[in-house]
């Protein structure tokens, strides 16, 4: 069965360090997510991704926070300079015919 | 403002039992309505779905109960068992928009 891969599974950064996160989607896909969960709380979006632009964006998506499809399979969630409440689980999704495939999730942490 | 609802936030079942989470919502250009199923450190995982021209549809245990005119769906897990435990979150949206997902529901299935 498909499924979107995330890399890496866990990353510490010091605050103020800017990250990247990866995620390579379902291939036959058009339409990527990112979401985040904080600990033990609801899963909330952060942008939505198609054609090659932001197609939508919350209010947790600001200035700090960037996406990009560098080279057609891997899609990118960067955060320029962490914050201690950017530390959450990162979920990258893509949507086919049948609905969202989540990955597993990057988890944050920001010491 | 939330855009759904879901309660209740936990729910602990014996074996067998019959768990049955909800969730209402205001929006009614809302036209999918998915449960998503989440184990500790892994992403949710899409387990059924339901569209407004139906009231109920099942999937082996799992079974969504829809009411348009109340603006609320359910969800029912038969015969629970140990491995259902699990957050459960709802979700809605239309078209192309973004998911937004409830707040959870943590259960507990005790042998």
């Known amino acids: 069965e498909p499924e979107v891969t995330q890399t890496p599974s866990h990353q510490v950064t010091q605050m103020g360090q800017e990250v990247i996160l990866r995620c390579v989607p379902i291939s036959n896909h058009l339409y990527f997510y990112w979401y985040r969960q904080i600990l033990g709380q609801k899963v909330e979006f952060l942008v939505s991704f198609y054609n090659n632009e932001i197609s939508e964006k919350s209010e947790i998506f600001d200035d700090q926070f960037s996406v990009e499809r560098p080279d057609g399979s891997n899609f990118t969630l960067k955060i320029r300079s962490t914050k201690l409440e950017d530390s959450a689980m990162y979920f990258c999704?893509?949507?086919?015919?049948?609905?969202?495939?989540f990955g597993s999730g990057t988890r944050l942490t920001v010491v | 403002q939330q855009q759904v609802k879901q309660s209740p936030q936990s729910l602990i079942v014996q074996k067998g039992g019959i768990p049955i989470i909800n969730c209402a919502y205001e929006n009614t250009a809302f036209d999918y309505f998915p449960w998503y199923q989440q184990f500790p450190g892994k992403g949710p995982a899409l387990l059924i779905a339901?569209?407004?021209?139906?009231s109920e549809k099942k999937e082996g245990r799992f079974t969504i109960s829809f009411n348009k005119s109340a603006k609320q769906f359910s969800l029912h897990i038969m015969d629970s068992q140990p491995g259902d435990s699990a957050t459960y979150f709802c979700a809605v949206n239309s078209g192309n928009t973004p998911l937004v997902f409830g707040k959870g529901t943590r259960l507990s299935v005790i042998a």
């Open positions: 999704a893509s949507r086919g015919t049948v609905g969202y495939t």
């Open positions: 339901i569209r407004p021209d139906v």
